[in-house]
């Protein structure tokens, strides 16, 4: 168990719509990083938190955003759902750059 | 573009033998580099890393080689144990910038079977 919670562990949702996917990091981790693996992509980084402010971004869809909030909890918003959106979509939390410990993940299909 | 490349798909070795796995990077900024382990439904599990001021790092079974020159790094797991198959993840990380700061950049993934 590395500490870091997600939820829901799976999604099921239509094309068009919109989710949220909910992160909580180890205790006294400040870094929040999100990633998606799919079937031909691999482990994609998306979008990093560091105690509230996003600190870098990668790959990240227009219509994907994600935030942290004070508790330093972070969720992350999918919206305008595609068929190509299904994926594992894995948090990380970490007290350095060079430390990582992942949840999970959220297995989400869109239909 | 693809800056950490594992190029073989899955690996399989006998039980007690040596596992080694390869990964090859691009990228000459990446300054440190991890390798990861994940079972099905389940997230990845820091196994190792490396500094790239260092060409060796040893944890208990788990050792991991970088070749800067080359742009190569290597896992081996000795003796293996029919309780290391899984899929392998190596990723790279750089500092350079502040930009992306902590972002791990991840290979394909080999999937290791060890045969009792």
């Known amino acids: 168990d590395s500490g870091v919670t997600q939820t829901p562990k799976h999604l099921i949702t239509a094309t068009g719509q919109r989710v949220t996917l909910r992160c909580s990091p180890r205790s006294g981790d400040l870094s929040v990083y999100w990633y998606q693996q799919s079937l031909d992509q691999g482990l994609q980084f998306l979008i990093q938190y560091y105690n509230g402010e996003e600190r870098a971004k990668g790959n990240i869809l227009e219509r994907f955003s994600a935030q942290q909030f004070p508790d330093l909890h972070s969720e992350l918003n999918l919206s305008s759902l595609e068929l190509g959106d299904s994926a594992l979509y894995f948090c990380?939390?970490?007290?350095?750059?060079?430390?990582?410990?992942f949840g999970p993940g959220t297995r989400l299909t869109v239909t | 573009d693809q800056q950490v490349k594992q190029n073989s798909p899955s690996l399989s070795v006998q039980e007690g033998r040596i596992s080694i796995l390869n990964c090859d990077y691009t990228n000459s900024m990446f300054d440190y580099f991890l390798w990861y382990k994940k079972y099905p439904a389940e997230g990845p599990t820091f196994l190792i890393s490396i500094s790239s001021i260092k060409d060796k790092n040893e944890d208990g079974r788990f050792t991991v080689f970088l070749n800067k020159s080359a742009k190569h790094l290597s896992l081996h797991i000795v003796p293996s144990q029919p309780g290391d198959s899984a899929v392998y993840f190596c990723a790279a990380s750089t500092n350079a910038g502040g930009t992306s700061y902590g972002k791990l950049t991840f290979g394909q993934g080999t999937i290791l079977t060890v045969h009792p």
């Open positions: 990380a939390s970490g007290r350095s750059s060079y430390e990582q410990y």
